[in-house]
């Protein structure tokens, strides 16, 4: 009696294929080098540029300064209790994203993500060093490892890992003094965090660009699973017109369409698929594939936009015989779209008002309860007060407290007989106030006085407040 082998489970893992992208020419392809060159050049060279912002600055033009709690942009200051500030710019790039999305797909993905940017030079190197795609797929199917194999990968492999050194050193010149701090990384002397730093964004770039690429996008990134939400059937994607390229044949061939199958869509394409197949998660609408099925038509001479930007709406649309649709009207300017650029003004708007109107001088009052009043000789009851007095200016200025409110209630300044202290520049101080009530006064014999704290900045009369509570005895 025979018995049958049960068969062995098959693995759902799919070793990955790598991709070769071919060399390819057109106004998308130009678009994502402009945009490259303009992304790296700010990216790299931002943290060489210098603002004058006086002598107790510094003078390094886009800084995230940890260690003195301030974000500094040319000539705008953010201190730790604006992170409104930081909040309403990661709103406005939200909705941007959504914008975008809405009305030209995953656009950001195929243009400016850094992923994209970085993989687009890697490749770039990559092309330089082993040649276009079919030399570059020999090499790859190329078992033995001789001499030349050898000396291609290890200068490409030598050429990525300087981009990727050059990106995460980059990295951290924005947190200190970029002079400063790569004279102490070429001297060993910097500290260990920003060796650390270097070391992984250095390891992550080299691996993401030139192992992971689209894989990064497909598994890794969650926008592809997101965008769905954000795009209808308006939304301009990659498409392909199959009531115009079907079905495939010879370019002789009266009875076929405009598609030739010649596969240029596909050997461009980053991410390795067919856009014929219809619309795909693993597109990046970079565009790419349009250039190379123009460049194809252009040789044919057919009419161009056989693979180009199109909405779900234009099939039904063109294949009665309509012209297409105009993009701008269509598309672009439409009540979802419209509605996610009004709320980005908006919140553009509140950022920059709130940005011109926010005061040099600021002040937080603390009670100190502990405890929560004092009783003097004289009978004169004091109430102590912690007030942190914020100096934005790039001098030292003198600052006067004052409160008004009970008339009977005085101020007293520690450490100092006189109304005013010197607050140091850029910086918050920490001084201690005593607020008297003198003995039999109401706002010694009762329980809660409200009275306001009034800080002037003498130099150029500006003035804020707060309101806080005195103590008595609650008689």
């Excluded at 050429?159 to 060993?188: E, H, K, M, S």
């Excluded at 790419?288 to 930007?309: F, H, T």
């Amino acid at each position: 009696m025979s018995t049958v082998e049960p068969e062995e489970p098959k693995s759902l893992y799919a070793a990955r294929e790598p991709i070769f992208p071919r060399r390819v020419k057109g106004n998308f392809r130009n678009l994502k080098w402009v945009i490259m060159i303009v992304t790296l050049g700010i990216y790299y060279l931002t943290p060489w540029l210098r603002w004058d912002r006086g002598p107790n600055l510094p003078d390094q033009a886009v800084l995230v300064d940890l260690a003195n709690r301030r974000f500094f942009f040319f000539w705008i200051e953010i201190w730790p209790h604006e992170f409104y500030f930081i909040a309403g710019l990661l709103i406005m790039a939200g909705l941007g994203l959504f914008l975008f999305t809405s009305a030209l797909g995953r656009v950001w993905c195929g243009y400016a993500c850094p992923q994209t940017v970085w993989t687009d030079l890697f490749i770039l190197v990559e092309r330089w060093i082993e040649g276009d795609r079919n030399a570059r797929l020999r090499l790859h199917r190329q078992k033995k490892l001789d001499s030349r194999k050898a000396r291609l990968r290890a200068t490409k492999w030598a050429a990525w890992l300087l981009i990727a050194l050059a990106t995460g050193g980059a990295w951290v010149f924005y947190f200190t003094d970029a002079p400063t701090l790569l004279r102490d990384l070429v001297t060993l002397s910097a500290h260990p965090v920003a060796y650390t730093t270097i070391g992984v964004l250095t390891a992550t770039t080299f691996i993401f660009g030139g192992f992971m690429r689209e894989q990064v996008c497909i598994y890794m990134c969650p926008w592809p699973r997101i965008q769905g939400a954000m795009m209808d059937e308006n939304t301009l994607t990659i498409g392909y017109r199959d009531w115009r390229g079907e079905p495939r044949g010879k370019a002789r061939d009266p009875s076929a369409g405009d598609c030739v199958d010649c596969m240029a869509c596909v050997n461009v394409c980053p991410m390795g698929i067919d856009i014929r197949n219809g619309q795909q998660m693993e597109c990046i609408t970079c565009g790419l594939c349009i250039d190379a099925c123009d460049e194809m038509m252009d040789k044919l001479g057919r009419k161009r936009g056989l693979v180009a930007y199109l909405a779900i709406s234009d099939e039904e649309w063109e294949t009665t015989g309509n012209a297409a649709k105009s993009v701008w009207r269509h598309h672009i300017f439409r009540p979802r779209t419209m509605l996610y650029t009004a709320l980005w003004s908006l919140v553009g708007i509140a950022l920059v008002v709130a940005l011109f109107i926010r005061d040099d001088i600021s002040l937080t009052v603390a009670p100190v309860r502990n405890p929560v009043y004092v009783t003097l000789s004289d009978g004169t009851i004091r109430n102590t007060y912690e007030l942190r007095l914020r100096n934005k200016h790039g001098e030292d200025r003198r600052f006067g407290i004052a409160i008004t409110g009970d008339p009977a209630l005085r101020v007293a300044i520690e450490g100092t007989p006189y109304g005013s202290v010197m607050v140091p520049a850029d910086e918050t101080m920490l001084q201690r106030v005593h607020v008297l009530a003198p003995a039999g006064s109401e706002a010694a014999q009762g329980d809660l006085t409200e009275f306001r704290f009034w800080v002037e900045d003498l130099s150029n009369g500006d003035r804020v407040h707060k309101d806080s509570t005195f103590n008595g005895r609650g008689e």
